[in-house]
């Protein structure tokens, strides 16, 4: 509901309060002031909030939280001493329940703004815990105020260069807890320094520490810049006395003189062990090196990747490709069903770690490629029956859909984490012969605004395709005086939002904009056929081109 507020015009770093209506996935949640609404991160249904406003744009408008004057009524659980300060983990305050809810309502809105339409949506999954879950753990060095005590955790809301020691974070184990303390304590007695991100100067980096929770293998890598010579092997023989639920049989000392803040080896030495974990999954063993990706909850992940493999279904005699593999966890669970397994992956030291589980789990069909999705796919000359995507958050790079749309797979199962972009690629693959059958939700990530979504295409069948064999422009009775014909429409549109859109899709904005068609044209020879709807922003630039033209 908008505002009753008398309308006017928001300007730039003006403070405004109100109520936070609801909200978007992403971790944004959005009001109004009069006719303007207004978003801001982390906010929650609910909630009263002051906020300043730093862009507005039209009838939108984007600010930033300064006060919380009312908490929500979903705000009635007890949140970790943390809470607030660190930048993580806004949703703690939430009952574990409705944040599921809350995930649950977001990411089914944005199938429906995407007009992705007529198939089975199977709900939203929770994690097998909503603590503790977490079994890797990425630490920053530096101190919470400028000239302050050292200190190791994590970014600091809304801060950039603070960090807060998370000592009794919630969603990492107790051993993550001692190993952080150790640690810090450690580096503060000897009085070393944190590398300042904007000096570009100092010792101490990172601390990023795997825990396998089925197997309780625990491996640390502490990093730092070169600027310093230290012998940290009394740290080592200190943590291996710890107590702990679990056993430390890794530690890696990672130089990084990058100026990115990010982690990354310039050279890695092992001080102790070996330089992975090894974790079980549904009866698999998978290796895990410091730098591989794999799924952060690993009791959540056994659920998805049962999803995911109750979606691919019998693979009997079916050869699969695993885009975006990782260390192959997904390729090597649905291999057991299959006849052959294809994966790719960019990362060299990950496709190494799934040639070397495939080994393990005694699975001689699956085979691994070193490279880019978008240029791998290319080479392929197999034709996959199914196809299991797991991009990055961005999606899927363009070249590479219409590559993977090339196949012609008879299935595709597309796992992702960011609901934004997969919406974007389903609107493609519809438009390209797919039909989405199931939608469902896992829950990795408790208290924060993340969830894995995985959807089940399959292609449609011959008779349901859409031909159009047939000249629009013909069928059109609006009037000759202020008629572009499609083709003009499309150049209109390329020209000026390098976009290409079909005929079918200016026929509906037209069909939507009460613009005369002519009638039964371009109609399906299906009843129950699919027909691909016309995304958003595509028809916001047809209708833009019509304006140009006069028509409407």
Not at 60 to 74: D, G, K, M, R, T
């Given at each position: 509901m908008k505002s009753n507020g008398s309308e006017k015009m928001l300007k730039r770093k003006e403070i405004v309060e109100f109520k936070i209506e609801d909200s978007e996935f992403g971790g944004k949640g959005y009001g109004y002031v009069g006719d303007v609404k207004v978003t801001v991160k982390h906010g929650i249904p609910g909630q009263l909030v002051r906020a300043a406003i730093k862009k507005?744009?039209?009838?939108?408008?984007?600010?930033?939280?300064?006060?919380?004057?009312?908490?929500?009524?979903?705000e009635d659980q007890s949140p970790c001493q943390h809470f607030g300060n660190c930048g993580g983990c806004f949703q703690q305050t939430v009952a574990y329940e409705e944040q599921l809810l809350l995930k649950e309502k977001q990411v089914k809105r944005l199938f429906e703004e995407f007009a992705i339409k007529n198939y089975t949506w199977l709900g939203i999954e929770g994690s097998p815990t909503a603590f503790d879950y977490r079994n890797k753990m990425e630490f920053s060095f530096g101190d919470e105020e400028k000239g302050g005590p050292l200190t190791l955790g994590m970014h600091k809301r809304g801060r950039h260069y603070d960090i807060v020691t998370v000592d009794a974070c919630l969603i990492m184990d107790e051993d993550f807890r001692k190993l952080l303390t150790t640690i810090l304590d450690y580096f503060k007695e000897k009085g070393l320094s944190y590398y300042n991100t904007r000096r570009h100067e100092g010792y101490l980096r990172h601390l990023v520490i795997r825990k396998a929770h089925f197997t309780g293998e625990i491996l640390i890598?502490?990093?730092t810049t070169t600027q310093s010579q230290i012998n940290i092997q009394d740290l080592v023989e200190k943590l291996l006395?710890?107590?702990l639920r679990g056993g430390i049989v890794g530690f890696l000392h990672t130089f990084n003189d990058n100026l990115a803040d990010i982690v990354q080896s310039d050279k890695t030495d092992i001080l102790y062990g070996r330089d992975y974990v090894v974790e079980e999954l549904l009866g698999l063993k998978f290796k895990i090196s410091a730098f591989s990706f794999f799924q952060t909850n690993s009791q959540g992940a056994e659920k998805l990747y049962s999803i995911v493999r109750d979606f691919v279904g019998e693979a009997k005699g079916q050869v699969v490709f695993d885009l975006y593999c990782g260390t192959g966890t997904i390729g090597q669970i649905v291999a057991p069903n299959a006849e052959k397994v294809v994966g790719i992956e960019i990362i060299e030291e990950a496709v190494e770690a799934a040639r070397e589980n495939a080994n393990s789990n005694n699975l001689n069909n699956c085979s691994f490629i070193a490279g880019d999705v978008k240029e791998e796919v290319k080479k392929l000359k197999e034709k996959?029956?199914?196809?299991?995507?797991?991009?990055?958050?961005?999606?899927i790079h363009p070249q590479a859909l219409k590559d993977i749309i090339s196949f012609d797979a008879e299935k595709i199962v597309y796992v992702s984490c960011n609901p934004k972009t997969l919406v974007r690629d389903l609107v493609e693959l519809e438009a390209s012969g797919y039909q989405v059958d199931k939608a469902q939700l896992m829950d990795m990530f408790p208290h924060t605004p993340h969830v894995e979504t995985v959807v089940l295409l399959s292609r449609k069948n011959p008779d349901d395709r859409i031909e159009i064999d047939i000249d629009l422009d013909e069928l059109d009775i609006t009037s000759a005086e202020s008629k572009a014909t499609y083709e003009e429409i499309k150049d209109y549109v390329l020209k000026n939002h390098s976009m290409k859109v079909s005929s079918l899709y200016i026929s509906q904005v037209k069909r939507k904009l009460g613009i005369e068609m002519g009638i039964n044209y371009n109609l399906p020879k299906s009843k129950d056929v699919r027909v691909p709807q016309c995304p958003p922003e595509k028809g916001r630039f047809i209708t833009e081109a019509l304006n140009h033209f006069r028509m409407v």
């Open positions: 507005i744009k039209k009838k939108q408008a984007e600010a930033q939280v300064l006060e919380i004057l009312e908490n929500s009524p979903l890598n502490l990093v006395a710890l107590e996959p029956d199914i196809i299991i995507i797991d991009p990055p958050r961005a999606g």
